[in-house]
Structures are given as structure tokens and as C-alpha cells.
């Protein structure tokens, strides 16, 4: 039985099929972004075990093709159980080695990019100065205390805990949090506009009607799914107070407990930094006598207490600034008045993976290359 695993997994029938199921995969996945959206496409296709398929009105699935996921881990370890299997050492296969080595490296790389890097965005306007940026599909509740002039203090938890359900305790909340109900994707309405909306039962809506309903998940480009949700706040007292929080309120609600005022806000997941872009300047130039864009440049100054660092430059549209293992790039701009930038933040621990494979499957094909040929030319010039 194990030797029988052991062929299979080193077959290089395996190495074929599973390359053109990855081609299958790759033109399947790109004609899907058409109907579903790029990120759902990622999804379903790339970052998957299986592809999955339902019929209109069921609520089961059946697996019908590998995902992404799985053919890259099978060719991972066909790669290194082939490699164990037919390699032998010597200098001139050192090459082979290098070229394994290379794609089990971009193997890797991308799947360190899918679980390690996230993307984000920071806006400022004119004058402004910001620490911190914001994800364009992560959610969190941010429980704020102003009390302190200094400094407020934060307690921020994901939204994913809140779809889960169940009671949330946080030793530095005066009370007991417990979702009600929760819409990852959602719509509010002030007047009740088709029986799918229901009326929104809340402290912090009464004397006023609103209603809401759930969204299928947003697939579409520059568009994003906005949560709302009813949390119960368990006082020390037993008092059950139910508050309506939304990704469509434009500021945080405010309530008392125990004499301690708080704010309350369902807004995108912020990532601080411990430093500062200050904006000084935003630009965008057009091609003269035309409103066709010729470039966008935010001229910022960085400052970074902890190290006393403070300097200006600039971030154009193909200048990113790379700094603290992130990637600043200059992405839209307030298109109110012309007077924001928007920068998109890009932190990705494995960017310099797929340099590195390509060098060495690039190296290794040379290395075999001169070896064959130094060794041919040799048998040419014995007599």
C-alpha cells in the first residue's frame, strides 16, 4: 500500500495532470470573474480545496473540480517526493536541484501571500496627518472611552466574533456583549420600502423607525459589503440594552454605563502605525486643454517619533514609497474637492519569494545548460 503511494505521488503522469489542471483552473477562474467578480473568483477557484457546485435553489453543494489550493499542494509534494525519488547528487545535476528548489519556493510564496498580506488604505486630506489605515473588507466593533484628553482608550473586536453569536467578555468593558442579529451585508432604510426590510428593534433608534435587511455578499469591483448588527449590552446591574451598530453610520453612537460615556462604532479594521504621514500637497495634473489624467502625487511628510525621523517625498503614481515592510501606493484621491489623498497600503512578508524562484529556476537552467554544453564541446575535441 505505501509503496503504491509512493509511486503515485512521485509519478510524472501526476506532474502532468496536475499542470493542466492547473492551465483548467487558471482559464476557468479568469472566465468566472466575469459573473461572480474578482474576489469571489479568488475565492471559489484559487483559494479553495474544491470547486463547488449548487443548483439554483438548493442548499447543498458537491465538489466537481480541485481548487486551487489542492493542486498546489499536490504538485508541492510531488515535487519534493520525485525530487527524493530520481535525484542523485552530483555537481552536474545541481542544477535540477536549483530548479526544484525555485518552483517549490513560488509554491510556497503564493501561499504565504494568501495568509500573510493584507491591503489596506489610508486617506488624508490637505493639512491632515494620519497613523493608521483601513481594510477594504475587514470589519471590526470599536468600543471607544474619551474620557482621557490625552489619549482614548480602545477596545476593538473583529466582526467575525460577532457573526459567530454567543456572549463576548473583555476585562476592560464595563459590560457583557452579545450579537442579536447580524448582517455581514446589509441596507437601512427610514421608511419601510418592501417586506424584505424588517424594523429595526433598538435603544438607540427609538423615536425614530428604521428598517434593515441582509445583502447577498458584494462581488463587484470598488464596491464592498457594509455590515450592520444589534449587540446586547449586559450591564453588571442584569440590564439588557440592544444597539443598533452599522457600517453605514457616518459617526460612532454615544451611551452612558455606570457613569462612563462610550462610543461605539462598526467601522472598517484600522492598522496603526508608529508613525505618521502628514499631507502637504496633493496634485492632479492633467493633460492640457483635457480632463484625461497625466498624474496623481502626494507630496507627505513621514514622522516617526520613536526615532526622531522626519522628512518630505513624494508618491506618484508609478513611485510608490517602501518603508517598514510596507508598499505605499498612490491609488485615488477625494473627489470632492480635490484636496485627499487615498493611498493603498500593501504589507506582504513573502513580496520577495517569487525574485528569489525565478532566479534560481533561471540559475539552474543555466547551470544545466553550460554543463551539457561544456560536456559536449569536450567529446567534440577528442580525437
Known amino acids: 500500500m505505501l509503496t503504491a503511494l509512493y509511486k503515485f505521488f512521485t509519478s510524472v503522469k501526476l506532474a502532468v495532470a496536475l499542470l493542466a489542471m492547473g492551465l483548467i483552473l487558471v482559464f476557468w477562474g479568469t472566465v468566472a470573474q466575469v459573473k461572480l467578480g474578482l474576489y469571489q473568483a479568488q475565492s471559489e477557484f484559487f483559494r479553495s480545496l474544491f470547486i463547488y457546485w449548487q443548483p439554483t435553489g438548493a442548499n447543498w453543494h458537491l465538489p466537481i ?21 530520481y535525484y542523485k547528487p552530483g555537481f552536474k545535476r545541481l542544477g535540477i536541484a536549483m530548479i526544484h528548489l525555485g518552483v517549490v519556493l513560488l509554491l510556497l510564496g503564493q501561499f504565504a501571500t494568501d ?140 451611551l452612558t454605563i455606570g457613569g462612563q460615556e462610550l462610543q461605539l462604532s462598526l467601522r472598517p479594521e484600522r492598522y496603526y502605525k508608529p508613525y505618521r ?51 505605499f501606493f498612490q491609488q485615488s484621491y477625494d473627489e470632492v474637492d480635490e484636496k485627499g489623498t487615498i493611498l493603498q497600503v500593501v504589507d506582504n512578508p513573502g513580496w520577495l519569494t517569487p525574485y528569489l524562484a525565478c532566479g534560481l529556476v533561471a540559475a539552474g537552467m543555466i547551470w544545466q545548460f553550460m554543463t551539457h554544453l561544456i560536456g559536449f564541446a569536450a567529446k567534440r575535441k577528442t580525437p
Open 277 to 327: 504621514l502628514h499631507l502637504i500637497d496633493f496634485r492632479f495634473d492633467r493633460y492640457a486643454g483635457t480632463e484625461k489624467p497625466k498624474n496623481f502625487s502626494s507630496r507627505i511628510r513621514l514622522e516617526r517619533p520613536d526615532s526622531g525621523e522626519n522628512r518630505e517625498l513624494t508618491i506618484r503614481m508609478n513611485e510608490p514609497l517602501r518603508y517598514d515592510g510596507k508598499t
Open 65 to 85: 473540480f480541485p481548487g486551487g489550493y489542492l493542486v498546489g499542494g499536490l504538485l508541492l509534494i510531488n515535487l519534493f517526493t520525485a525530487h527524493l525519488r
Open 115 to 254: 495568509m500573510l498580506s493584507t491591503e489596506s488604505h489610508m486617506s488624508i486630506r490637505e493639512g491632515a496627518s494620519s497613523n493608521f489605515s483601513e481594510s477594504g473588507s475587514r470589519w471590526e466593533l470599536a468600543i471607544i472611552d474619551a474620557m482621557d484628553a490625552k489619549a482614548d482608550k480602545v477596545v476593538a473586536l473583529p466582526a467575525s466574533l460577532l457573526a459567530r453569536g454567543g456572549e463576548v467578555v473583555h476585562p476592560d468593558l464595563p459590560f457583557k456583549l452579545r450579537p442579536a442579529k447580524f448582517y455581514s451585508n446589509s441596507a437601512l432604510s427610514d421608511t419601510n420600502e418592501s417586506s424584505a426590510f424588517e424594523l429595526v428593534q433598538a435603544e438607540n433608534v427609538a423615536g425614530r423607525q428604521i428598517w434593515w435587511r441582509g445583502l447577498p455578499k458584494e462581488t463587484r469591483m470598488n464596491y464592498r459589503d457594509i455590515p450592520s448588527t444589534v449587540v446586547e449590552l449586559i450591564t453588571p446591574a442584569g440590564a439588557v440594552r440592544p444597539i443598533l451598530l452599522s457600517g453605514h453610520f457616518a459617526r460612532p453612537q454615544t
